[in-house]
């Protein structure tokens, strides 16, 4: 049953309706907005005080820039001066002095790995660091033909000792057909784990195994057709990824190992990949939130486990600017009837529109056909925590409804132990309440779930 409390929530005199004007991060002064910064950054003005050098950088140096009006911060072996950029960090100031003076590297991927920095601060780009950090080792030195399986030394990072066992793969073909066969050698890899694209002549699968990624990251030797398809034998954690050639002639070697290539490496330690998807419609669900379905490439394999989210990547006014969202299903119901259009294919998303916003109003700007730039999954969330869950309790609000939506999907239809489900979620009025109506079949078809 859908209850609606009586009375408005908070209270008139409640201390969160005064302060509810946006979410809770630190106040900026006025002028101080993400469109103020890309503004500075576009004035032409010396954001660095070098003008207009790069300088190597050593640690010593960068030490002695460790204060608020001179504060510069080394990001995976560049130096910036954030020091201009002090008033616009939504984080706030003393955030930012953590890193200050030092390689905030770690301390940057803790807290918003996502954010493409390159972009925000290259007005502020100091140089690099004189000693270069030290990474996973680059396969781009090295020149051999890939012609099969490669030896166990290769497979870099030796972290990757602390983690799983080192996947392997090896690859075979038909006259029509190669198919690249990866070992990862653990019994929990499923197709959500798998994340594969082919662009250009280069083939890039990414298995996610725990913590940690395995690359795949070919330049093909031959070309190959736009779609693939992918199998994972989940008993013993294979992965099968068939590729159809475009001519019938027999492949000597698979290809050319490109960047990072046969590497495994902590998750936290990748970039974001981005591939882009077409805008396939946009419909509203209340007055200021739209349900957007997207496609992916047909060169695209990209399953978005429940609890996990994706960022979105635009170009605005000459600036990529990055925000995470939760896919969800199209309906409530999506998990009880046939799809309209194929699950595999169609990523959809819940997504309030913030007239005075950034991004949101180029979201809403977007016609059918037009593309947005959409990144690999990203989280923690592990669903099988709830497999022998039986009271399951949701918490969530306006927009925030979206992560619940295919986790509730998941509960009511995967777990036999559940015996009731509520869903606590708050709105300003009751014109804000998403898929009002559909939560009010589902819970009078599911007499065990509470909204």
Not at 391 to 407: E, Q, W, Y
Request: proline share 6%.
């Amino acid at each position: 049953m859908l209850n609606v409390p009586s009375q408005s929530f908070p209270g008139s005199s409640s201390q969160q309706r005064v302060s509810s004007g946006g979410r809770s991060k630190v106040p900026l002064k006025q002028g101080r907005s993400l469109m103020d910064w890309i503004r500075l950054t576009k004035s032409g003005k010396d954001l660095t005080g070098l003008k207009g050098r790069l300088i190597e950088v050593t640690e010593e140096e960068l030490k002695k820039h460790n204060k608020k009006d001179d504060c510069w911060i080394c990001i995976r072996g560049f130096v910036y001066n954030v020091s201009p950029y002090m008033e616009y960090h939504p984080g706030g100031e003393e955030e930012l002095m953590r890193g200050a003076g030092s390689d905030g590297t770690d301390l940057f991927d803790q807290v918003h790995r996502w954010v493409n920095y390159e972009s925000m601060l290259k007005e502020c780009l100091v140089g690099r660091m004189a000693v270069k950090p030290a990474f996973p080792k680059d396969y781009h030195e090295e020149k051999k033909l890939l012609n099969g399986m490669l030896p166990k030394s290769q497979v870099t990072d030796p972290l990757a000792k602390e983690g799983p066992s080192s996947p392997s793969y090896d690859w075979f073909q038909t006259d029509a057909l190669v198919t690249i066969v990866i070992y990862t050698k653990q019994k929990d890899i499923n197709l959500d784990s798998v994340i594969a694209d082919h662009r250009d002549d280069s083939f890039r699968a990414e298995t996610v195994i725990r913590d940690y990624s395995y690359l795949i990251h070919i330049a093909l030797s031959h070309e190959i057709q736009e779609d693939f398809s992918v199998r994972v034998v989940e008993n013993v954690g294979k992965i099968e990824i068939v590729l159809k050639k475009k001519e019938n002639t027999s492949w000597k070697c698979l290809g050319h190992p490109l960047e990072n290539h046969n590497s495994l490496i902590p998750k936290k330690d990748t970039g974001l990949y981005y591939r882009k998807c077409r805008l396939i419609s946009k419909e509203d669900v209340t007055h200021d939130t739209k349900l957007f379905c997207l496609m992916l490439p047909p060169s695209t394999h990209l399953q978005v486990p429940t609890g996990q989210h994706v960022y979105f990547k635009l170009t605005i006014t000459g600036t990529e600017i990055v925000k995470p969202y939760t896919p969800v299903s199209d309906s409530l119901f999506s998990e009880f009837k046939e799809p309209v259009l194929p699950n595999n294919k169609y990523i959809y998303f819940l997504i309030k529109i913030y007239p005075a916003g950034l991004f949101t109003p180029e979201l809403d700007h977007l016609q059918i056909g037009d593309y947005v730039s959409v990144s690999n999954p990203e989280g923690n969330f592990k669903i099988s925590q709830f497999q022998e869950l039986e009271d399951l309790f949701l918490l969530a609000a306006g927009t925030g409804f979206t992560p619940m939506v295919k986790v509730l999907s998941y509960a009511l239809t995967n777990i036999p132990s559940l015996r009731k489900v509520k869903l606590m979620f708050f709105n300003k009025t009751e014109d804000d309440i998403i898929w009002r109506s559909q939560l009010e079949k589902l819970a009078f078809k599911d007499k065990s779930t509470y909204f």
